[in-house]
């Protein structure tokens, strides 16, 4: 079994900070990475995935996340938000190997202050 | 390109009545999965389908949910007799075969509200 746990359930920051948004998980196989965003009342978009080669991986909108083995982690870091960032940010993981499923952490809401 | 396509976006439901949730997948996809997310949590699979076949149903309740995805047509998630516990927001996602979950993407949801 799989599990995603995503240390922080709200992060407030002030415009054109840094921020990281944590996430670690367990799997006794190898994974696959997921961080998404859910605008309010909004689907889910992905920001950016980590499959395999190099553990920095970008995204859309300025996003990046490492892939960390040993820590088991796949934090999510920005380093300069703007209000439009203002969302909830989901972690997720699936096997490698075709799963067809995804296990999500319960989501951090990072709000973005002027 | 349309992307998946979900309807209604919004759905009030008395206690007691049948809540049915369409997703239309994305242009040349061929695998359905539905999310449910309850308020304050992440999502949570409840089931896998192909064109007229249920291929993992693992997450969901053992009564009252359904799920099909017919040979024409969208896919159908089901829920008889609804209670307020049902109130959540229904995702559904597609990919094309031999993707998997990488290869996800996501509609907009449903948000059924049971009253």
């Known amino acids: 079994a799989q599990s995603v746990t995503q240390l922080d359930s709200q992060v407030p920051v002030f415009e054109e900070a840094p921020v990281e948004l944590r996430c670690n998980y367990s799997s006794s196989v190898s994974v696959y990475l997921f961080w998404y965003v859910q605008y309010p009342n909004q689907g889910l978009q992905l920001l950016l995935k980590y499959l395999s080669g190099s553990t920095l991986v970008k995204g859309i909108n300025g996003f990046e996340a490492e892939f960390n083995k040993s820590q088991t982690s796949f934090h999510l870091r920005k380093p300069s938000v703007h209000i439009s960032d203002t969302a909830e940010y989901f972690c997720a993981v699936s096997s490698q190997g075709g799963s067809e499923k995804l296990v999500f952490g319960k989501g951090t809401k990072l709000t973005v202050n002027p | 390109n349309a992307g998946v396509m979900q309807n209604p976006r919004h759905l009030v439901r008395r206690r007691g009545q049948e809540a049915r949730l369409r997703c239309s997948p994305m242009?040349?996809?061929?695998?359905v999965y539905w999310y449910r997310q309850l308020p304050e949590e992440g999502l949570k699979f409840m089931v896998y389908?192909?064109?007229?076949?249920?291929?993992?149903e693992s997450g969901m309740p053992k009564e009252r949910f359904s799920a099909e995805f017919p040979k024409e047509g969208p896919s159908i998630l089901r829920i008889q007799q609804v209670v307020r516990g049902d109130s959540a927001a229904y995702f559904c996602?597609?990919?094309?075969?031999?993707?998997?979950?990488?290869?996800?993407?996501f509609g907009s949801g449903t948000r059924l509200t049971v009253v």
């Open positions: 242009k040349g996809h061929s695998h």
């Open positions: 389908l192909q064109k007229e076949n249920i291929i993992d």
């Open positions: 996602a597609s990919s094309p075969l031999g993707q998997g979950a990488y290869g996800y993407t």
